[in-house]
């Protein structure tokens, strides 16, 4: 928090040489929306984000609305069914994987359905984008899944979404793991951006000295859009803002304060200063204590006033990637 202020309070404001010329970047938050998917071929699942999932996507949703700040929520498909039968025998993927439906979580519908929440995405004042976190959080770089099984996936996305009270017409692809594969399939069925791994790879280990150090004295990358092979526009991820967690959190906090709100600052600060992006992202179920809540209520805000007083820009994937294909290569970067 201290930093956060002194930035807001002793940073110079850079004059603008070229009036008229776009030189401020852009905020870009994505949210893995997947509540029990996340973790349901977990033997031991952490117990305290799946219960504090729903909670923490309303609480999302409230902030968001609050300093007006659209994002990408990219939603595990199978959340916008309001039933299902169990036992999705037309996937391709191995019957084990949708045990726990069957399992722990039969008489937990929470968990496996969220029509009603994601009806507050659409429902919220500002404009989010609803993108796809695959329909099951399926690992699409692992090799085991085989093509039929992402296109079964991406398909039962796009079907779920079709069939479901909340209109989303995805166009984004959020990775489970970040982990990304089979992008052509992405292209095959019409996407057209995903999220990709960022330069400090992604994601982060949570407890090496290299995260301690890149939080506490680094900046987080900004990066900058691509389009692939197959036409697809990459929108890496620069952070994560829960990815600093456990002991070396506490012990950076004891002695730094929050440092992942100083690293998020400062890459709010460097994307506000130049032309590219800076990618946050989070999940629901970060969203556990009141500092948690905190921590993205600061970040938030100080988005919200780089807005206000740089011009700064926040859009979503899909605005991105609209945005990177519709211009010509040469005036990308002005
Ligand atoms: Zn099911």
Request: some cysteine; overall charge negative; hydrophobic content about 40%.
């Amino acid at each position: 928090m201290e930093t956060y202020v002194s930035a807001l309070t002793h940073r110079p404001r850079r004059a603008d040489p070229f009036p008229g010329v776009l030189t401020v970047g852009t905020v870009v938050l994505s949210i893995e929306a997947e509540l029990g998917w996340g973790y349901h071929d977990l033997t031991e699942p952490p117990i305290a984000r799946l219960e504090s999932a729903r909670e923490g996507w309303e609480t999302l949703v409230e902030l968001l609305d609050t300093y007006r700040v659209p994002a990408t929520w990219a939603v595990v498909g199978h959340l916008l069914l309001s039933k299902c039968d169990r036992a999705h025998a037309t996937h391709p993927i191995d019957d084990d994987w949708f045990a726990a439906e069957r399992g722990d979580w039969a008489d937990r519908p929470e968990l496996r359905f969220a029509p009603g929440l994601a009806r507050t995405i659409v429902d919220a004042d500002v404009d989010h984008e609803i993108g796809c976190h695959t329909f099951s959080h399926v690992d699409f770089g692992n090799e085991t899944t085989t093509t039929p099984i992402a296109r079964a996936e991406l398909v039962a996305s796009l079907e779920a979404a079709e069939s479901s009270t909340v209109p989303a017409a995805m166009s984004s692809v959020v990775f489970p793991h970040n982990s990304v594969g089979h992008r052509d399939v992405l292209a095959e069925w019409g996407f057209t951006a995903y999220r990709g791994v960022g330069p400090n790879g992604d994601p982060p280990s949570t407890s090496t000295l290299r995260t301690i150090g890149s939080a506490t004295i680094g900046t987080p990358p900004l990066v900058e859009p691509t389009i692939d092979e197959f036409g697809l526009v990459n929108v890496p991820a620069s952070m994560h803002l829960y990815g600093l967690s456990g002991a070396a959190g506490r012990v950076c906090e004891r002695l730094w304060g929050d440092p992942v709100v100083a690293a998020a600052c400062r890459g709010i600060d460097a994307a506000t200063d130049g032309d590219d992006v800076f990618h946050l992202w989070l999940r629901p179920n970060d969203l556990v204590s009141d500092h948690d809540i905190e921590r993205l209520r600061t970040v938030l805000a100080y988005v919200a006033r780089r807005r206000e007083l740089s011009g700064l820009d926040v859009e979503t994937m899909r605005t991105v990637a609209k945005r990177v294909t519709a211009e010509p290569a040469q005036s990308m970067r002005m």
